[in-house]
């Protein structure tokens, strides 16, 4: 689905062509005869608008000619999006600048492309492609240190749970988290290294304007924040499961302890009573109090035998 969009009144307005100064985006679902002829028209590398569909893609940046790309790594829900039972995943979004015209495009629909759709939201300049394409890195991080918030209050959640009664569910729901903190730190810190790659190269020309570069800064200073956020919850996440690991290996000596110092009580009477049960002469078988007396001395000896037991915090 291409939709082709400008700033008319004021408004983020659909338009049926092609204009200068509009934004091009592309969604799902996606028409590959489409792209194509986005393609021809404008003359531009078919790859650059492919790659973004792609999920395996890496973030990057590139020129040819007059054709300026770059692809950016995003987070967004895993709704049934990927086989993956990762919470959340990251996904490529392509920006292509040619000339007066801007194309973004996406392998699924995303928050950070749907809040520039978004009619209530500030509206934003589409002439400055530099200041839009910024605005989409900084829309990026946010998103990213929300989702890691997100991530960080269900750890928390988990963690209470599985100190009082852990579950295999409790378990997988943790590992799906750990998958999504390792998709996060793995494209965040890709996201960093080409953001400080484009600010060393002045890849979107903003040395001389203050303004642009306070803005960067910020970008890149917030992307560390949440790569910091990422491995310190990673680790988190790890001692968490260690734990919880360790708290139910001890649970079971103790539940194996217990059982074995059961069977060890209950082992005396079955001893006693197999002696007396012998085909031979024994003590007490002409009595008529015999098996009273029998019983009074198996469970004396499991009384004594349980006593040293919960004395040495065997039960």
């Keep these: 689905m291409v939709q082709i969009y400008k ?7 659909t338009i049926p062509a092609l204009e200068p100064g509009c934004w091009v985006n592309i969604y799902p679902p996606t028409s590959h005869e489409a792209i194509r002829a986005l393609s021809n028209e ?11 569909l792609d999920i395996d893609e ?21 709704e049934n999006l990927i086989d993956s039972k990762a919470i959340f995943i990251t996904i490529p979004i392509s920006i292509v600048r040619k000339r007066d015209i801007i194309i ?5 629909k995303n928050p950070v492309i749907d809040s520039f759709l978004n009619p209530n939201i500030k509206q934003f300049d ?11 890195f900084e829309k990026n991080v946010y998103y990213y240190l929300y989702y890691l918030k ?12 599985m100190l009082h009664a852990s579950r295999n569910k409790d378990f997988a729901d943790l590992l799906n988290i750990q998958k999504s903190l390792i998709y996060f730190v793995t494209n965040l810190r890709a996201n960093d290294l080409m953001i400080m790659k484009m600010k060393r190269m002045d890849y979107l020309k903003i040395k001389n304007d203050e303004h642009k570069e306070e803005m960067l800064e910020e970008i890149m200073i ?39 110092g059961v069977t060890i009580v209950l082992m005396v009477p079955n001893l006693i009573s197999s002696f007396f049960g012998m085909n031979v002469h024994m003590p007490f078988a002409e009595s008529h ?14 009384m004594i035998i349980t006593y040293f037991l919960i004395k040495n915090k065997w039960m």
């Design 42 to 52: 404008l003359q531009i590398d078919i790859d650059y608008f492919t790659d973004a």
């Design 289 to 302: 109090w015999g098996f009273l007396i029998i019983c009074n001395i198996s469970l004396m000896f499991s």
């Design 222 to 260: 917030d992307n560390s924040q949440a790569v910091e956020m990422s491995d310190v919850y990673t680790r988190i996440l790890n001692s968490t499961m260690e734990a919880v690991s360790s708290i139910i290996s001890n649970n079971v000596n103790t539940v194996m302890k217990r059982l074995t």
């Design 126 to 136: 589409l002439k400055d492609h530099t200041k839009f394409i910024l605005n989409i």
């Design 58 to 78: 890496q973030s990057r940046y590139d020129t040819d000619d007059d054709t300026e790309f770059i692809l950016l790594k995003t987070p967004i829900r895993n």
């Design 7 to 13: 700033i008319i009144e004021g408004k983020l307005t």
């Design 104 to 108: 973004t495009t996406s392998l699924y």
């Design 150 to 161: 997100q991530i960080n209050i269900q750890i928390n959640a988990f963690e209470k749970e």
